[in-house]
C-alpha cells in the first residue's frame, strides 16, 4: 500500500481543514484502509451473515487495497479524479458481498462529488448519502442490521451536522461515532446476530473505515506501524478505541423513569463512562445501554436525575468466555433419540451425535420403563427413539413404548454401547422417525462388539479355564480370551474379532482404567493391526475395562 | 445473434469441453496469504493439494469481482446477442451476486439472465454443459433458461470428507457443525439440496463412506448423468466409478478433480457425487 507520508497531515493544533484536495482524500482513504487492517482478524471473527466463512475483513481490506493502487496512479489529480479512482479500482477489485457493497457505496460518493476540485464537509455528506443509496439500489434484498445500515445512518448523521458544521472532519465525526452505535444495535435488528452474540462484521468493518477516516481529519491518523494489532473480540462491538482498556467490563442496561436530564446530556454522560452507548426515550421513560467498567458510577449519576426502575448488568468478559469456548450443540432434529447409558464419556458421546437425552443405566442398574418415559416425555420431540444399549433394558424400552399415549415411541433394539454409538452414526437430525430408525437399525450393522471385564471367580467358560480376578474378553457372547495381563486380553480379543485393511477400532475405557493405561493398550492394539484405526476414548463406564467397537 | 454462456470455475468441467462448447469461465480467487490467484489459472488442482497436504496454508476463497463480470459481458455481448450466467448456489457463494450486479450496470445492449443454479460442482457443470450444447446448437435464451428451470430440481450432489477441518473454517457447512462436532473421528456424507447443505449420514471409515456413495447412487432412478468428485484421491474416485458401472455406463461416468476453490472448502480426500435425476428424455 502506499504510504501517506508525503502528503500533508494535518496537525492536532491548526484549525480543521475546511476542504479536503485529491491529495488529502487519498490520503483519508489511506489512513481509513490502514485502521481498518489493523483489526481485519477482529472483523473476520464476527462473520456469520450472509456465509458466515470468517473473511469480510480480509474482504473489505482487499476491496480498498484494491481502491487505493488505481487512486495512487492519479493522486495528484482533483479530489473527483481520486474518488473516481477508487470507485473504479473497488469495482474491479471487489471481493465477497461486504466488498461489493462497499464498492458502490465508493461509486455513489465518486458520482456525487464529479467535478469538483476539492471537497467541503457537505459535499463529503452527500457523498457519502449517495453511496449508501448506491448500495441500497444494487443489493438483491438488502437487508437492515447489515453494512448497508451502518452506511444509511451514518450518513444520515454527517448530513445533518453539515448544516451547522461544513467541516470534513465534523461530517467524519458524526458520521463515525453513529456508525458505531448503530454496529451495537445490528444484534437487535437480525436475527442471526443475535443467536452468534456478534455484531454485524461488515457494519464493523464500514465503522473502522470512518475511524481511521476521522482520525486522519483529527490529525491523529496513525502511521502503519501505530496500527493496534488486530485482537479476536468475538461477541462485542467494542473498536479499537474502547475505554476499558483490552476487556470488556460490564453490559449495563438501565430503564430510567421521571428524568430530569435531556437525552444528550444523558447520552454525554454515559460516554464519559463508556462506550457502545444508546440512549433512547425521554422524560417519563429513557432507556440507556452502555458497555463499562464501572456501572455503579452510571447508576449513581441516572439515580440524581431519575428514578430508576430496572437495571441489568451483565458480565461481558463472562460471557466472552463462554461464548469462546462454547461446544457447537448438536442440532435438535425432528424425532428426539433417548440412550440409555452408563459412563460419562460415552454419554457426552451420544449427547455430541446428536442424543436429546440421557437415561443413566446399563449392565448392572435396568431403568425403569417409568424412568425412559420421563426422558421420552422431557424431550421437545413428538415422536422419539429409544436405544436400550443393553438386552436387558429392551424390555423396559418396549414397554414404556406402549406405556405412551401421547408421544409415539420407537425403539431400535441396540444390545450393547458400541451398538448403540453406530446407531447415533445413521441418525440425522432432519431426516423423520421412520427413516431415521431404518438408517440406525442398519448402521447397527455396521460394527462388531467385544468387553474386556475381570472374572469375578474360578470357572471354565466355552472352553476356556478362568481364575478369579485376571481379565476376560468376549464377543458375541462367547469368552474368547483370559489371562493376567489386560493388554494380552484385549490383543487376542481383538485379534479374534477380526480387523481388515481400513477398519475403525475404538477402545472405549472404563471408569477403573487410567487414560495412560489405555493409551498402551490401544498402542499394543495398533501394533498387531496395522491395518486398521485404533482410537482410546474416555467411556467412564462401570464393569466393562473396555469396550471395544470395530467397524 | 448468439446465445453465449458463462459460468464460474466451481463448475468442475475439463477445459477441453468448456473450451470446446464455447462457454466462458469466470474463475474464482483464492487467497494464500496475501496472494491472490485465479482459480484453476494461477494454480492447478495437482499444484493446490499437494501444498494443502505439506500443510501450514490457510486459503480462503472469493467470488470473481463485478469489475471482472462487467468485463467479460461487456466484451462477448453484441447487440442483438443473449448471454446465460449460470452460477454456484448463491447460498454457497457470492458469484451470483457478482453477476447480478454486474448485469444490472452493464452497457452492452445484449439480453442477460443470471441463473442460481442452486447446486455446484459437476451438479453445476452438468446444467452448464446441456445448456452449452444448446447454445452451440443455435439455442435461444428462453429455451436455455426453459430447460433449467425445468431441470435445476433434478440435480443432487453428494459429498463426503476426510477431516472436517476445512469444511468448518471455511464456514460453508456452518449449520451442521454441531452434525460433524463428536468426540469421535466421524465422516460425515452431505449434500447440496435447494441450495443448501443438509446431512446424508455419518460413517467412521472411508470404505464406508465409499460404500455409502454406491447406495447413493444407486438410489436415483433414471440417471442421465454421474459424476464423481475428488481432492487428491483419483484411485478411490476410480474404485467409485467402477461400482457404480451398476447403475450408469462406466465410460459415461465423469470423473473430475475438485477445483481449488471447491478444495479449499473441502480439504483433500473428500470425495463427491453428482447426479443429474428423471427418468425423461
Redesign the interface.
Given at each position: 500500500m502506499a504510504s501517506s507520508e508525503t502528503h500533508r497531515m494535518p496537525k492536532t493544533t491548526a484549525k480543521p481543514l475546511t476542504h479536503l484536495d485529491g491529495a488529502a482524500l487519498l490520503a483519508m482513504f489511506q489512513a481509513a484502509t490502514a485502521l481498518l487492517e489493523g483489526q481485519v482478524e477482529a472483523v473476520n471473527a464476527l462473520n456469520v451473515y450472509p456465509v458466515p466463512d470468517g473473511d469480510t475483513g480480509t474482504n473489505m481490506l482487499l476491496t480498498m487495497r484494491s481502491a487505493l493502487e488505481e487512486a495512487d496512479k492519479s493522486a495528484k489529480g482533483s479530489a473527483s479524479e481520486v474518488a473516481a479512482a477508487m470507485a473504479k479500482g473497488s469495482l474491479m477489485g471487489a471481493r465477497g458481498n461486504s466488498g461489493v457493497i462497499l464498492s458502490q457505496i465508493l461509486r455513489g460518493l465518486s458520482k456525487s462529488v464529479q467535478g469538483k476540485e476539492r471537497l467541503t464537509g457537505q459535499d463529503i455528506a452527500s457523498g457519502l448519502e449517495q453511496g449508501s443509496a448506491q448500495a441500497y439500489a444494487v443489493v438483491t434484498n438488502p437487508t437492515e442490521g447489515t453494512i448497508l445500515t451502518v452506511a444509511r445512518e451514518a450518513s444520515a448523521a454527517g448530513k445533518a451536522i453539515a448544516s451547522t458544521d461544513n467541516t470534513p472532519a465534523a461530517v467524519l465525526q458524526a458520521a463515525t461515532s453513529t456508525a458505531k452505535t448503530t454496529v451495537a444495535r445490528t444484534p437487535f435488528m437480525l436475527e442471526i446476530l443475535r443467536q452468534n452474540g456478534v455484531v454485524d462484521a461488515g457494519g464493523q468493518g464500514l465503522a473502522y473505515l470512518f475511524e481511521g477516516a476521522l482520525a486522519y481529519l483529527q490529525g491523529k491518523s496513525p502511521a502503519a506501524g501505530e496500527v493496534r494489532p488486530g485482537k479476536l473480540r468475538v461477541g462485542s462491538s467494542h473498536d479499537g478505541t474502547s475505554k476499558l482498556g483490552g476487556t470488556y467490563g460490564y453490559c449495563t442496561e438501565f430503564l430510567v423513569e421521571r428524568c430530569t436530564a435531556k437525552t444528550d446530556q444523558v447520552q454525554e454522560k454515559m460516554l464519559s463512562l463508556g462506550d457502545s452507548v444508546i440512549v433512547v426515550g425521554d422524560g417519563d421513560l429513557v432507556k440507556v445501554h452502555l458497555h463499562t467498567k464501572t456501572p455503579e458510577a452510571a447508576e449513581a449519576w441516572l439515580k440524581s436525575v431519575a428514578t430508576i426502575a430496572k437495571k441489568k448488568i451483565d458480565d461481558i468478559d463472562a460471557q466472552h468466555v463462554e461464548y469462546a469456548t462454547k461446544k457447537v450443540a448438536a442440532p435438535q432434529g425432528k424425532v428426539g433419540v433417548v440412550a440409555v447409558v452408563s459412563g460419562e464419556g460415552l454419554a457426552n458421546i451420544f449427547l455430541s451425535l446428536g442424543a436429546t437425552a440421557i437415561v443413566p443405566g446399563g449392565q448392572t442398574m435396568n431403568p425403569s420403563a417409568q424412568e425412559i418415559l420421563k426422558a421420552v416425555r422431557g424431550a421437545k420431540q413428538e415422536t422419539v427413539i429409544v436405544l436400550p444399549n443393553n438386552s436387558n433394558v429392551i424390555p423396559a424400552a418396549k414397554q414404556a413404548a406402549e406405556m405412551e399415549a401421547a408421544k409415539k415411541i420407537v425403539v431400535v433394539p441396540t444390545v450393547d454401547l458400541p451398538q448403540g454409538v453406530a446407531a447415533m452414526m445413521g441418525y440425522n437430525f432432519e431426516a423423520e422417525s421412520r427413516e431415521n430408525a431404518m438408517a440406525m437399525q442398519k448402521a447397527v450393522k455396521a460394527v462388531k462388539t467385544g468387553e474386556v471385564t475381570r472374572a469375578v471367580r474360578n470357572a471354565t467358560v466355552d472352553g476356556v479355564s478362568v481364575r478369579g480376578g485376571q481379565a476376560i474378553g468376549m464377543t458375541a457372547g462367547k469368552l474368547v480370551s483370559a489371562g493376567d495381563d489386560i493388554r494380552e486380553v484385549v490383543g487376542k480379543l481383538v485379534k479374534r474379532m477380526g480387523t481388515e485393511a481400513g477398519s475403525a477400532v475404538t477402545l472405549y475405557y472404563g471408569a477403573a482404567v487410567s487414560k495412560a493405561d489405555a493409551e498402551a493398550v490401544a498402542a499394543e492394539v495398533r501394533k498387531q493391526s496395522r491395518e486398521a484405526k485404533v482410537e482410546a476414548i474416555a467411556g467412564g463406564q462401570p464393569h466393562y475395562h473396555y469396550l471395544i467397537a470395530i467397524e | 445473434m448468439a446465445l453465449h454462456i458463462v459460468t464460474d470455475s466451481t463448475c468442475d468441467l475439463p477445459k477441453s469441453l468448456l473450451s470446446e462448447l464455447g462457454v466462458t469461465v469466470l474463475p474464482c480467487?483464492l487467497?494464500i496469504g496475501d496472494k491472490?490467484l485465479l482459480d484453476g489459472i494461477d494454480i492447478t488442482s495437482a499444484e493446490f493439494y499437494q501444498r494443502l497436504m505439506q500443510g501450514n496454508v490457510t486459503p480462503?476463497?472469493?467470488?470473481p469481482?463485478?469489475?471482472?463480470f462487467?468485463d467479460v459481458y461487456n466484451k462477448i455481448g453484441r447487440p442483438g446477442d443473449e448471454i446465460l450466467s449460470l452460477h454456484i448456489s448463491a447460498?454457497?457463494?457470492?458469484t451470483y451476486?457478482?453477476a447480478?450486479?454486474a448485469a444490472?450496470?452493464v452497457q452492452t445492449k445484449a439480453k442477460i439472465e443470471v441463473v442460481d443454479t442452486l447446486t455446484v460442482s459437476l451438479g453445476l457443470g452438468f446444467l452448464v454443459r446441456e445448456v452449452g450444447k444448446l447454445a452451440k446448437q443455435g439455442g435461444t435464451l428462453k429455451q436455455a433458461t426453459d430447460f433449467l428451470s425445468r431441470e435445476i430440481p433434478n440435480i443432487g450432489c453428494y459429498c463426503s470428507v476426510d477431516t472436517l477441518d476445512y469444511l468448518v473454517?471455511?464456514?460453508?457447512a456452518?449449520?451442521?457443525?454441531?452434525?460433524f462436532?463428536?468426540?469421535?473421528?466421524?465422516k460425515p456424507i452431505i449434500s447440496v439440496r435447494e441450495g443448501e447443505v443438509?446431512?446424508?449420514?455419518?460413517?467412521?471409515?472411508?470404505?464406508?463412506m465409499l460404500a455409502r456413495m454406491v447406495e447413493l447412487g444407486g438410489e436415483a432412478k433414471g440417471l442421465r448423468a454421474l459424476g464423481v468428485m475428488h481432492s487428491a484421491c483419483a484411485d478411490e474416485a476410480a474404485q467409485l466409478a467402477d461400482s457404480l458401472a451398476q447403475y450408469f455406463p462406466r465410460k459415461e461416468i465423469m470423473i473430475c478433480e475438485f477445483t481449488p476453490v471447491m478444495g479449499a472448502h473441502l480439504g483433500p480426500k473428500a470425495v463427491g457425487l453428482a447426479m443429474w435425476k428423471g427418468a425423461s428424455r
Open positions: - | 480467487n487467497h491472490t480462503k476463497t472469493s467470488q469481482s463485478v469489475g471482472a462487467l447460498k454457497l457463494s457470492g451476486n457478482s447480478f450486479q444490472k450496470e473454517r471455511g464456514g460453508r456452518s449449520r451442521l457443525q454441531g452434525f462436532g463428536s468426540l469421535l473421528d466421524v443438509h446431512p446424508v449420514g455419518r460413517v467412521r471409515t472411508r470404505k464406508r
